[in-house]
């Protein structure tokens, strides 16, 4: 698990080629020692149910059929790998806290994802995916919460923002830093974005520019 931090999301990686150029996939895992070999930086993409994962991928990769959309929650029930340029994974994981899924199997999916997190010794940030109009939900403040405690770096990607109106867009954030400040002494990386419209892209694409320049082998 890479040690050092972050870069600043704001910064500019104008040395580096931040737009991707191709996107393909790769495999479906139902486990974490059928995924590829760990030989690049890697991507998880990951957020509740229902959180517009698969219209995010699709907006990124510049593709409209990369990650399979559905107007089912909870359809993501492995951990997919797309490469990307052949430099760097993207992996889509499985969706949490979707209501009509059985808890057996919800348990089942927490648990290969965190069996997956913590043993990708390429991994090098997780996006974690939150659904702009909706308040700070338990589950993803827990599960941010474990990412903290096992030390895996994450960022937060603030979903579906061009369904909100000039006060919610004002208000939202403002109102999840104030939540997460109760339980981190700061804010990790923020990026807002709408899979519509396309936008947060380029701010995405170049932290993980940036992001990748970190990588060792």
Request: aromatic share 10%; proline share 7%; hydrophobic share 40%.
């Amino acid at each position: 698990m890479p040690a050092a931090a972050l870069p600043d999301p704001m910064a500019s990686s104008s040395a580096q080629a931040w737009d991707l150029k191709e996107a393909s996939f790769v495999k479906s895992s139902a486990q974490p020692s059928e995924c590829p070999k760990p030989d690049r930086p890697e991507y998880a993409f990951i957020g509740r149910s229902n959180v517009g994962k698969s219209s995010l991928l699709n907006m990124l990769a510049g593709r409209n059929s990369l990650a399979k959309t559905s107007s089912t929650p909870g359809k993501t029930q492995l951990i997919n790998h797309f490469d990307i340029d052949g430099t760097w994974y993207l992996v889509d994981l499985p969706g949490f806290g979707y209501a009509k899924v059985s808890k057996k199997d919800r348990a089942k999916w927490m648990t290969v994802t965190k069996q997956y997190l913590d043993s990708r010794t390429n991994l090098m940030c997780v996006m974690m995916l939150v659904d702009s109009r909706i308040p700070a939900q338990k589950v993803d403040l827990e599960f941010m919460a474990w990412m903290g405690e096992v030390g895996l770096p994450f960022v937060l990607v603030f979903t579906k923002v061009d369904k909100l109106n000039k006060a919610e867009c004002a208000a939202f954030l403002p109102a999840y830093e104030e939540v997460m400040l109760k339980q981190w002494h700061k804010m990790p990386p923020v990026f807002v974005t709408s899979g519509n419209t396309g936008e947060g892209r380029e701010e995405v694409l170049r932290f993980i520019a940036s992001t990748n320049g970190l990588y060792q082998p």
